[in-house]
């Protein structure tokens, strides 16, 4: 395999951390106007952050409800699990199989020995080997190149952010300033600020990511044509999946491999770039190939 490291990818995900914690150092600045209990609330968010640091795998398999298979009872998905992780020079991720209908995977952990790939029911009935194949090889390019870690990380502030706005009112009712109460209604504005530019600077990384993953899987299979039909399979079969299984599974947007898009906000706001912009590319890399 002929691994490129992507720096445009690297210099997003640095430059992406860097802005997320500068703005949030100015939000816990600003918070400390509002909240009495400030420090309570920063434990509070330490100890979630850490928990979501180390248990990230759990939690992403836990909230798709997905379990973690063994060699016995999925022996195909292991050994292509396997092969492609010895062609991506990576350690074997933990494998994981979800009961939905929906036909997706993704990939999860703080680093590349403590990853999983996760594939529902839904996409091995729908891909033959060849085209699983790709997905999976997708799946590993995300571990080789960390950005789930940095994903995990930015999607938790985010959320942080998210949380104070819907429930930042039970914390305090404001703080005294010349002798007038401050209402929190202004805390919450302020929260509703990070956690639209935190949304748009996730945003914007998640679709480089994406193209980047899509052209080191490709480069791990040598078939770049193979995770193209894949995608294309995998967009036109969303349209079959009952609606409420699409909700069910919407929160885990900015991981899948095809974003679930839940009528035309979903489609606006999505974390991925175009299945067409994305399938052009990989024909491009197909000619590139080809010509060498």
């Known amino acids: 395999m002929e691994w490129q490291t992507d720096w445009g990818l690297r210099g997003r995900m640095a430059l992406t951390m860097f802005l997320l914690f500068a703005l949030y150092i ?3 600045g600003a918070l400390t106007l509002y909240f009495t209990n400030l420090a309570a609330i920063v434990v509070v968010m330490g100890l979630f952050l850490g928990a979501q640091f180390f248990f990230s795998d759990k939690l992403a398999l836990y909230s798709m409800g997905a379990r973690e298979v063994d060699p016995e009872e999925y022996p195909e998905l292991h050994r292509t699990i396997d092969r492609l992780s010895q062609q991506a020079d990576l350690p074997k991720p933990k494998v994981a199989v979800a009961d939905s209908r929906v ?26 080997q060849e085209e699983l194949e790709g997905v999976l090889a997708h799946e590993l390019a995300h571990i080789k190149n960390r950005d789930v870690m940095v994903m995990t990380i ?36 302020v929260s509703l600020v990070v956690w639209i530019v935190s949304f748009l600077l996730i945003r914007a990384l998640s679709r480089y990511r994406e193209y980047a993953a899509d052209r080191g899987g ?16 995998i967009d036109g079969r969303m349209d079959k999946v009952p609606k409420e299984d699409m ?6 947007n900015a991981f899948f491999i095809i974003p679930i898009k839940v009528g035309w906000i979903g489609r606006l706001f999505s974390t991925h770039p175009s299945t ?11 000619r590139e190939l080809e010509g060498r």
Not at 276 to 284: A, H, M, P, T, Y
């Open 276 to 286: 067409e912009k994305r399938i052009d590319r990989l024909q491009d890399l197909e």
């Open 26 to 28: 100015v939000f816990v």
């Open 154 to 189: 930015a999607s938790f502030l985010s959320t942080i952010a998210f949380l104070i706005v819907r429930w930042g009112w039970l914390f305090s009712g404001g703080r005294e300033r010349g002798g007038q109460q401050v209402p929190v209604i202004v805390a919450i504005l």
């Open 103 to 128: 036909p997706n995977a993704f990939a999860t952990g703080r680093s590349k020995k403590s990853s999983a790939v996760c594939v529902t029911t839904g996409i091995m009935n729908t891909l033959d």
């Open 218 to 233: 490709a480069m791990i299979t040598g078939k770049p044509s193979a995770l193209a039909n894949a995608l294309m399979k």
């Open 247 to 252: 909700r069910d599974q919407a929160e885990m």
